[in-house]
């Protein structure tokens, strides 16, 4: 019987005596002599099978032991000092090569690769991923989320982040021969980029654990990807900055109205060209629309008085699709067109800054998922999200009903 098997019925062991007890109390809450007895005998079974598993993965370790090599070969000529680009902490290969180890195989921790591992030791009793597969996770996120492929993103290595930014800017003066400047300065203030935690827990099967086929990195990269990169998403949205980012459609810290129509539930073609030319000019240069499928099907059906369709997409292939000559992006998360939703978004998203902190957690729970014949993984990042200048950002909010 394999470990996983003597797992499987240790727990099915367990579940059987904890009903059989709980069903077995007199109405003192106490078990007759022949219940004791059988109760004993259970928890006798369940003792017996831990110390079988507890035999075979001491088996299994020294197997382990046994079959690495007694010696590392010598693959380039010796020297005194370490060259002066090897990668070292958490961008190490050993550092790398110990992660995956250890997270694949919950029995393979050695004190090597504990000591190896210390380098990014988390507080919560997990550890940093490899440097490299930060970076390819938050590559992913940048190219599946609207908001974060264009927003300003930074990595910061503590927790807050001050933004200086301008309140309001200085001017000019006409000056009489001999006449005084007149003082007029710039208004500073700050933005605080916080560090809210984003998590999830994911389920791998023990026999996936140990096919050495499974692609473990890629399948926990995906995950982590799609269920952080929603919630991330939707916070950049709509977020109240209560334990998580800021959203641009938030009323407090959001991006500025700029047009509010003159329906709850539609939008005409000069409400779009009034958002428009709400935004300055200098933030129109690179600015972008954020709209719901629902409403691109909206603005799709205008038509004019000849009831020919005022809005064409692109119609080559690679053509960026514009509305009023600016690229649009369709979210999920973005409300549809109703009774005071704010349904659009235009403006330059390179003012809506993303603060992601430095070290993404991973911790493995062996026992938890047992029963069920799975290890569970934490995975969680520390990150925020702020508009730093709300007036280039416009938005458009639909009429109260």
């Given at each position: 019987?394999?470990?996983?098997?003597?797992?499987?019925?240790?727990?099915?062991?367990?579940?059987?005596?904890?009903?059989?007890?709980?069903?077995?109390?007199?109405?003192?809450?106490?078990?007759?002599?022949?219940?004791?007895?059988?109760?004993?005998?259970?928890?006798?079974?369940i003792?017996?099978?831990?110390?079988?598993?507890?035999?075979?993965?001491?088996?299994?370790s020294l197997?382990?032991?046994?079959?690495?090599?007694?010696?590392?070969?010598?693959?380039?000529?010796?020297?005194?000092?370490?060259?002066?680009?090897?990668?070292?902490?958490?961008?190490?290969?050993?550092?790398?090569?110990?992660?995956?180890?250890?997270?694949?195989?919950?029995?393979?921790?050695?004190?090597?690769?504990?000591?190896?591992?210390?380098?990014?030791?988390?507080?919560?009793?997990?550890?940093?991923?490899?440097?490299?597969?930060?970076?390819?996770?938050?590559?992913?996120?940048?190219?599946?989320?609207?908001?974060?492929?264009?927003?300003?993103?930074?990595?910061?290595?503590?927790?807050?982040?001050?933004?200086?930014?301008?309140?309001?800017?200085?001017?000019?003066?006409?000056?009489?021969?001999?006449?005084?400047?007149?003082?007029?300065?710039?208004?500073?203030?700050?933005?605080?980029?916080?560090?809210?935690?984003?998590?999830t827990?994911?389920?791998?099967?023990?026999?996936?654990?140990?096919?050495?086929?499974?692609?473990?990195?890629?399948y926990?990269r995906?995950?982590?990807?799609?269920?952080?990169?929603?919630?991330?998403?939707?916070?950049?949205?709509?977020?109240?900055?209560?334990?998580?980012?800021?959203?641009?459609?938030?009323?407090?810290?959001?991006?500025e109205?700029?047009?509010?129509?003159?329906?709850?539930?539609?939008?005409?073609?000069?409400?779009?060209?009034?958002?428009?030319?709400?935004?300055?000019?200098?933030?129109?240069?690179?600015?972008?629309w954020?709209?719901?499928?629902?409403?691109?099907?909206?603005?799709?059906?205008?038509?004019?008085?000849n009831?020919?369709?005022?809005?064409?997409?692109?119609?080559?292939?690679?053509?960026?699709?514009?509305?009023?000559?600016r690229?649009?992006?369709?979210?999920?998360?973005?409300?549809?067109?109703?009774?005071?939703?704010?349904?659009?978004?235009?403006?330059?998203?390179n003012?809506?800054?993303?603060?992601?902190?430095?070290g993404?957690?991973?911790?493995?729970?062996?026992e938890?998922?047992a029963?069920?014949?799975?290890?569970?993984?934490?995975?969680?990042?520390?990150?925020?999200?702020?508009?730093?200048?709300?007036?280039?950002?416009?938005?458009?909010?639909?009429?109260?009903?």
């Amino acid at each position: 019987m394999t470990i996983i098997e003597l797992r499987n019925k240790r727990a099915q062991k367990l579940a059987a005596a904890r009903a059989f007890l709980e069903s077995s109390r007199n109405a003192e809450g106490f078990l007759s002599e022949e219940d004791d007895a059988a109760y004993t005998r259970m928890e006798q079974e369940i003792t017996n099978l831990g110390t079988e598993i507890a035999r075979m993965e001491r088996l299994e370790s020294l197997d382990a032991e046994l079959s690495r090599p007694v010696s590392t070969p010598i693959t380039e000529k010796p020297s005194a000092a370490p060259r002066a680009d090897a990668k070292t902490g958490r961008a190490s290969d050993a550092y790398r090569q110990a992660f995956w180890n250890v997270t694949r195989h919950k029995d393979s921790m050695t004190p090597e690769m504990l000591n190896t591992l210390r380098e990014g030791a988390d507080t919560e009793g997990g550890y940093l991923v490899p440097d490299e597969f930060e970076h390819t996770l938050v590559q992913a996120l940048n190219e599946s989320t609207v908001i974060r492929a264009n927003a300003h993103v930074i990595t910061t290595s503590s927790g807050l982040h001050k933004i200086p930014v301008v309140a309001s800017h200085g001017s000019a003066a006409w000056i009489d021969e001999g006449g005084a400047y007149t003082e007029s300065d710039e208004a500073f203030g700050q933005v605080q980029l916080d560090a809210h935690k984003v998590g999830t827990v994911i389920k791998v099967s023990e026999e996936l654990l140990n096919d050495s086929a499974f692609d473990l990195e890629g399948y926990i990269r995906s995950e982590f990807v799609r269920r952080v990169g929603d919630k991330e998403e939707e916070a950049f949205l709509t977020g109240n900055g209560a334990s998580k980012p800021t959203g641009i459609l938030n009323a407090t810290g959001g991006g500025e109205v700029g047009v509010t129509t003159a329906s709850a539930t539609a939008i005409t073609a000069d409400e779009l060209i009034d958002l428009y030319f709400s935004l300055k000019a200098p933030y129109r240069k690179k600015a972008v629309w954020i709209l719901n499928d629902s409403t691109i099907k909206l603005i799709r059906k205008l038509k004019d008085g000849n009831g020919q369709y005022l809005w064409q997409p692109a119609l080559r292939e690679g053509d960026v699709p514009t509305i009023l000559g600016r690229p649009y992006h369709t979210s999920a998360y973005m409300p549809e067109a109703a009774a005071s939703a704010k349904s659009v978004i235009f403006g330059d998203l390179n003012y809506y800054w993303i603060g992601d902190r430095q070290g993404v957690t991973f911790k493995r729970l062996n026992e938890l998922y047992a029963g069920n014949g799975q290890v569970g993984f934490l995975a969680s990042k520390r990150l925020d999200g702020k508009t730093v200048l709300p007036e280039a950002i416009k938005v458009l909010q639909q009429k109260v009903a």
